[in-house]
């Protein structure tokens, strides 16, 4: 099975208005970390946001938001007022336990673009 | 800021040459990670390594090695490059053996004809 699942290839969302990015994990292990990563076209990743399997609140930086949802295994990505820069490719992780050296399965990516 | 970086953005390679792929990180960091980026696929992970000298085989280590002298550089090398190779190469670092957000060098699109 696969450990993450983004189920969006494709989105469109215009520009100032609110976009959710999909994202539903699957593990065991009661410690675990979430991520979200953006790949411009330029190809280097970037790291948004983290949220740990015991915080209690929604992480939040800046614009971007993560809705953890434990019980249903999801980990949305809300991207506020797009704006044009926004469009990118946008990757799920998830790091299993406190071992692996930081070791986090990808998901397939979702491809978002912001229209003017 | 955390800066990794990657030998090259784009390289052409012919059928069973070796090849090395190197990354530096200029952070101290313990971590280091080597993956692959194919269309459809999302990232996988190759090889990583938490120490000087320490290296883990990652989820598709088959045709690959990795080498790590040095804390700050982590290479990748490809024995005898095939075809099936060809694809973006993504090296990333992390702090240390506990801290989760990896940071990414700007890749290397590998073609092997």
């Known amino acids: 099975a696969q450990k993450i699942t983004q189920t969006q290839p494709g989105m469109f969302v215009q520009e100032k208005e609110a976009v959710t990015l999909d994202c539903t994990y699957d593990?065991?292990?009661?410690?675990?970390?979430l991520f979200w990563y953006k790949q411009p076209s330029s190809g280097e990743m970037i790291f948004l946001i983290y949220?740990?399997?015991?915080?209690?609140q929604n992480a939040t930086e800046g614009r971007y938001s993560l809705n953890f949802q434990k019980a249903r295994k999801s980990a949305n990505l809300v991207i506020s007022a797009s704006q044009l820069g926004d469009s990118a490719m946008y990757f799920c992780?998830?790091?299993?336990?406190?071992?692996?050296?930081?070791?986090?399965?990808f998901g397939d990516g979702t491809t978002l673009t912001v229209k003017p | 800021d955390v800066k990794v970086t990657q030998s090259s953005r784009y390289l052409v390679k012919r059928t069973g040459e070796k090849v090395f792929l190197e990354c530096v990180q200029d952070?101290?960091?313990?971590?280091m990670f080597w993956y692959r980026q194919d269309p459809g696929l999302g990232l996988r992970l190759i090889y990583f390594?938490?120490?000087?000298?320490?290296?883990e085989k990652g989820d598709i280590p088959e045709g690959y090695s990795v080498s790590r002298e040095k804390k700050e550089r982590f290479s990748l090398i490809l024995e005898s490059a095939s075809t099936n190779q060809t694809s973006m190469y993504l090296c990333?670092?992390?702090?240390?053996?506990?801290?989760?957000?990896?940071?990414f060098g700007p890749g290397t699109r590998l073609t092997v004809l």
């Open positions: 992780a998830m790091r299993e336990g406190n071992t692996n050296a930081g070791k986090s399965t």
């Open positions: 949220q740990g399997s015991y915080d209690q």
């Open positions: 990333a670092s992390s702090l240390h053996r506990e801290a989760d957000t990896q940071y």
């Open positions: 593990t065991s292990d009661p410690s675990y970390g």
């Open positions: 952070m101290d960091h313990e971590n």
């Open positions: 390594s938490y120490d000087v000298k320490m290296k």
